[in-house]
């Protein structure tokens, strides 16, 4: 399988938001849940600064009893949309890797024999199955989650500088050595995520053409030899989970 050279491939992010289009309404309904869950909880800090300084400090209790409210109802809105939100997103990349497994099967059905002569079983099963449920994690625990707390962190700034530009920039003064900090541990998690795909492969591959032909290992006595290699592989998975 190619891969490009960056740590994010638009491209590739592009051709995926494709299978989106069947579940277009559950995609802009999680997507607004995104936003209003954003919301919410930039909301309740700004509640309670209000509380301090405007009820309890001049002790309008009135107002306080509101405010209360006002904040319980915030809260119990955001755990709602949360509640939405996790489970439309999820429900969402569900349903597309359904869709790319079914398309891959087929694509797969056509191929010529000399592919399958070339390609290893378990390397195929890989692709088929490890590869494409981890495009579920995109929905479920990547996209719409990254999207909701930058939506929350722009909020978040806005109100700074509203509040003290002064004191915003002194915080953002250390923004850019972060920004390169994430980039190089964005590249290394790239590389080593590529380090265990290929690992899960040769793991899948191995297993699978051992079970298939245990009737040769075990005609040729290799029992020990594949054991040995077996736990030679093992260990390179392992070792590259580990550097994940």
Same mark, same amino acid.
């Given at each position: 399988?190619a891969?490009s050279g960056?740590?994010? !491939?638009f491209? $590739?992010f592009g #051709?995926?938001?494709q299978f989106?289009?069947p579940y277009?309404?559950i995609f802009?309904f999680v997507? &607004?849940?995104?936003?209003?869950?954003?919301?919410f %909880?930039v909301l309740?800090?700004?509640?309670l600064e209000?509380?301090?300084?405007? %009820?309890i400090?001049?002790?309008d209790?009135?107002? $306080?009893v509101?405010?209360?409210?006002l904040?319980?109802? *915030?809260?119990?809105l955001?755990?709602v +949309?949360?509640? +939405? +939100?996790?489970?439309f997103s999820?429900w969402l990349?569900?349903?597309?890797? #359904?869709?790319?497994r079914?398309?891959?099967f087929d694509? &797969?059905l056509?191929?010529?024999m000399?592919?399958? !002569?070339?390609?290893?079983v378990?390397?195929?099963?890989?692709?088929? /199955?490890?590869d494409?449920e981890?495009? %579920?994690s995109?929905?479920?625990?990547g996209?719409f989650?990254?999207?909701?707390?930058l939506?929350?962190?722009?909020v978040? $700034?806005g *109100?700074m500088?509203?509040s003290?530009?002064?004191l915003t920039?002194?915080?953002?003064?250390? *923004?850019p050595l &972060?920004?390169?900090a994430t980039r190089?541990f964005?590249k290394?998690?790239?590389?080593?995520f590529e380090? /265990?795909?290929?690992?899960?492969?040769n793991?899948?591959t +191995?297993?699978q053409?051992r079970?298939?032909?245990m009737?040769?290992?075990?005609?040729?006595t290799r029992?020990?030899t594949?054991?040995?290699n077996?736990e030679?592989?093992n260990?390179k998975h392992k070792?590259?989970w580990?550097?994940t």
């Amino acid at each position: 399988m190619a891969t490009s050279g960056n740590a994010f !491939d638009f491209k $590739l992010f592009g #051709r995926l938001l494709q299978f989106t289009r069947p579940y277009r309404l559950i995609f802009w309904f999680v997507v &607004i849940s995104a936003i209003l869950v954003s919301g919410f %909880s930039v909301l309740q800090p700004i509640l309670l600064e209000k509380i301090i300084d405007d %009820s309890i400090i001049p002790k309008d209790y009135d107002n $306080l009893v509101f405010l209360i409210l006002l904040m319980g109802l *915030f809260l119990i809105l955001e755990v709602v +949309f949360q509640f +939405f +939100f996790i489970y439309f997103s999820n429900w969402l990349g569900l349903h597309v890797v #359904r869709d790319i497994r079914v398309k891959l099967f087929d694509k &797969i059905l056509y191929f010529k024999m000399r592919y399958f !002569d070339k390609s290893s079983v378990g390397r195929l099963t890989t692709r088929a /199955v490890n590869d494409i449920e981890t495009i %579920s994690s995109i929905f479920g625990e990547g996209l719409f989650t990254i999207a909701s707390d930058l939506l929350k962190m722009l909020v978040i $700034l806005g *109100f700074m500088f509203y509040s003290s530009w002064q004191l915003t920039l002194i915080v953002l003064a250390v *923004f850019p050595l &972060i920004l390169y900090a994430t980039r190089l541990f964005q590249k290394a998690m790239k590389t080593a995520f590529e380090e /265990v795909r290929n690992q899960v492969a040769n793991l899948n591959t +191995f297993v699978q053409e051992r079970i298939t032909g245990m009737k040769i290992v075990q005609i040729f006595t290799r029992e020990n030899t594949e054991y040995k290699n077996f736990e030679n592989i093992n260990s390179k998975h392992k070792d590259a989970w580990i550097k994940t």
